[in-house]
């Protein structure tokens, strides 16, 4: 059974240092309607995104060594639906920080790595967590990776969707003092199916809507 779901309001104080502090939140969605009966059983397909300073970061494939980390409104990502919120706890960190830390990650996180049982989005979320706050995700919302040959047969046909077959554009980033500026580039999608079930399962990256790419930091 899944835990106790959390707002995701950020609370200021009153010192400088405070002016930067933020939740570190988990959104959680649901990949078929099957969930709602499985999830009490601990068991369920997710798909899910970190939210911190007002944006979801999540992890999706394509077929590229590139990144395949992106960005979208908070508990909005395209092709899901949104089933919780849980906090994971709170940073102190300005966006220009977190900015040059979510870059970093996504030179580790490539779209052709994604993988079903060992790289997909839950784990991509676990690990940020992991990093911003030594919290790792509720192990319910991934259970189902460790079992993976079960996952085709439960998927329904509208989830075999295809993985991006062009080199996807990406959000470029200007800050100052702080804030941030959104370019307008968005995911391309494809409407050929993908065989490798494992990269198609769960990635938004096939899905009409808005999604921002990260652009990684070279090393």
């Not at 047969?153 to 500026?181: A, F, I, M, N, R």
Request: proline share 5%; net charge negative.
């Amino acid at each position: 059974m899944e835990p106790e779901t959390t707002s995701n309001s950020v609370s200021e104080g009153n010192g400088k240092d405070k002016n930067f502090e933020t939740q570190v939140v988990l959104n959680v969605y649901d990949l078929t309607p099957l969930n709602n009966y499985t999830v009490w059983f601990g068991f369920g397909i997710f798909h899910s995104g970190i939210e911190v300073h007002g944006k979801e970061y999540g992890f999706g494939a394509h077929d590229f060594p590139a990144s395949g980390v992106f960005e979208v409104e908070p508990r909005s990502c395209p092709g899901f639906v949104y089933r919780c919120s849980i906090s994971l706890g709170r940073i102190t960190m300005r966006p220009s920080e977190f900015r040059t830390f979510i870059e970093n990650a996504a030179s580790e996180y490539h779209g052709d790595t994604y993988h079903l049982i060992s790289k997909n989005c839950n784990h991509f979320t676990d690990d940020i967590s992991w990093r911003l706050t030594g919290k790792h995700v509720p192990g319910w919302v991934n259970r189902l990776a460790r079992v993976g040959s079960l996952c085709s047969c439960l998927l329904p046909e509208s989830l075999q969707v295809s993985t991006v077959k062009q080199l996807p554009e990406y959000h470029d980033c200007s800050e100052e003092d702080g804030t941030e500026s959104l370019s307008t580039a968005t995911a391309r999608d494809s409407t050929e199916i993908d065989d490798d079930h494992e990269k198609s399962l769960l990635s938004p990256l096939a899905v009409s809507g808005d999604v921002a790419f990260v652009k990684e930091v070279h090393k």
